[in-house]
T-cell receptor, first 112, second 113 residues
Framework: GENVEQHPSTLSVQEGDSAVIKCTYS??????FPWYKQELGKRPQLIID?????GEKKDQRIAVTLNKTAKHFSLHITETQPEDSAVYFC???????????FGTGTSLTVIP | NAGVMQNPRHLVRRRGQEARLRCSPM?????VYWYRQLPEEGLKFMVY????????ESGMPKERFSAEFPKEGPSILRIQQVVRGDSAAYFC???????????FGEGSRLTVL
C-alpha cells in the first residue's frame, strides 16, 4: 500500500515569513494530493489539492508543488498570519483507490 | 447544505461497554469514510462504505469493530467491548465521488474509562 511521510512534525515561523511543509509518497500510481488544515479540536478542512497532471497550483497565499518523478509534494504558505497556526496534513490517493493515505501532520505555529 | 454531521461529539464509556457513533453525510454524498485519530497523530483509515455496501474495511480491526451505511439513515461505526486503547477521535468524511475530496465531520471523541 501507499506510505506517506511528512516533515517537519513541528514548525514555528515569525508572522510574515513563509512556511514550507514537505511530503513524500511511495505509490507511483497515486494521482491526487490534497492538503488539510485542522485547528485545535476542529474538523480537518481541505485547503488546496493538486492532481498529477499539474506541477503547481496556487490559491492566494497558499501553493502546492508536485514532483512526480521524485514522488514528493510540498505546501507553501507565504506571508504567514497567526490564524494560519494549525496542524496541516498531506494525503495521497488515486481515483481507482478506496482511501486516502494521510501524513502524520505538521503543527505550524505563527508567532506574532 | 448542512455539512457532515456526527454524533455524539463526546462519548464516555467504561471498559466492556459498547460505543455507537453516527455519521450523516452531506446531502448528495453516497461515499462515507471513517478515520481514527489518536492524540498528536495522523488520520488512520478504517473503512469506506457506499449505501448498503462495505467497499473497503482493511483499516478496521477484525474484532469488536463494525460499520454500516444503511439505505436509510446515518452511517454507524460500532465498537463492542471497548478497551482503553479505543480512546480516540473518530472522524467521518463524505464525498460525492469515489476517491475525491473529502468533507469531514467535527468528529466523535471517545473516552474509555
Amino acid at each position: 500500500g501507499e506510505n506517506v511521510e511528512q516533515h517537519p512534525s513541528t514548525l514555528s515561523v515569525q508572522e510574515g515569513d513563509s512556511a514550507v511543509i514537505k511530503c513524500t509518497y511511495s505509490d507511483s500510481a497515486s494521482n491526487y494530493f490534497p492538503w488539510y488544515k485542522q485547528e485545535l479540536g476542529k474538523r480537518p478542512q481541505l485547503i488546496i489539492d493538486i492532481r498529477s497532471n499539474v506541477g503547481e497550483k496556487k490559491d492566494q497565499r497558499i501553493a502546492v508543488t508536485l514532483n512526480k518523478t521524485a514522488k514528493h509534494f510540498s505546501l507553501h504558505i507565504t506571508e504567514t498570519q497567526p490564524e494560519d497556526s494549525a496542524v496541516y496534513f498531506c494525503a495521497a490517493g488515486k481515483n481507482t483507490g478506496n482511501q486516502f493515505y494521510f501524513g502524520t501532520g505538521t503543527s505550524l505555529t505563527v508567532i506574532p | 447544505n448542512a455539512g457532515v454531521m456526527q454524533n455524539p461529539r463526546h462519548l464516555v464509556r467504561r471498559r466492556g461497554q459498547e460505543a455507537r457513533l453516527r455519521c450523516s453525510p452531506m446531502k448528495g454524498h453516497s461515499h462515507v469514510y471513517w478515520y481514527r485519530q489518536l492524540p498528536e497523530e495522523g488520520l488512520k483509515f478504517m473503512v469506506y462504505l457506499q449505501k448498503e455496501n462495505i467497499i473497503d474495511e482493511s483499516g478496521m480491526p477484525k474484532e469488536r469493530f463494525s460499520a454500516e451505511f444503511p439505505k436509510e439513515g446515518p452511517s454507524i461505526l460500532r465498537i463492542q467491548q471497548v478497551v482503553r486503547g479505543d480512546s480516540a477521535a473518530y472522524f467521518c468524511a463524505s464525498s460525492p465521488f469515489r476517491a475525491r475530496e473529502l468533507f469531514f465531520g467535527e468528529g466523535s471523541r471517545l473516552t474509555v474509562l
